[in-house]
């Protein structure tokens, strides 16, 4: 089974680059057909599907967030990471990455069904 699990700070500064990281287990990052997802959810807001990296290491992002996100992996630790740059409060959000079957989630209102896997997810405020 896999399992997912996200780390990074909890809080960060408006104007600073956010990063996350999330370490996979039970399952290769380079397992065909899967892609390797980040999800957040604003506070009072539904799920929003921000960019995704398959397992050949294509990057796929969401159209509203792509001038300030970077999906990367790091294949020898199994984990890939987000990066969010020039964040503000409206960055503020509930952060999961999870493993989906498709990479084409721009523009649609994601739902935990949409992924087989998720981790419990992560906390990140901005704030000064």
């Known amino acids: 089974q896999v399992r997912l699990q996200e780390s990074g700070p909890g809080l960060v500064k408006p104007s600073q680059t956010l990063s996350l990281t999330c370490t996979v287990s039970?399952?290769?990052?380079?397992?065909?057909?899967?892609?390797w997802t980040w999800v957040r959810q604003p506070p009072g807001k539904g799920l929003e599907w921000m960019g995704a990296?398959?397992?050949?290491?294509?990057?796929y992002y969401s159209s509203a967030l792509k001038s300030r996100t970077s999906i990367s992996r790091d294949t020898s630790k199994n984990q890939f990471t987000l990066q969010l740059s020039s964040v503000t409060p409206e960055d503020t959000a509930v952060y999961y990455c999870?493993?989906?079957?498709?990479?084409?989630?721009?523009?649609?209102?994601?739902?935990?069904?949409?992924?087989?896997?998720w981790g419990q997810g992560t906390q990140v405020t901005v704030s000064s």
């Open positions: 999870a493993r989906g079957s498709s990479p084409h989630y721009d523009n649609y209102e994601v739902q935990k069904k949409d992924f087989g896997s």
């Open positions: 039970g399952g290769s990052i380079t397992t065909s057909s899967s892609y």
């Open positions: 990296i398959g397992a050949r290491g294509s990057t």
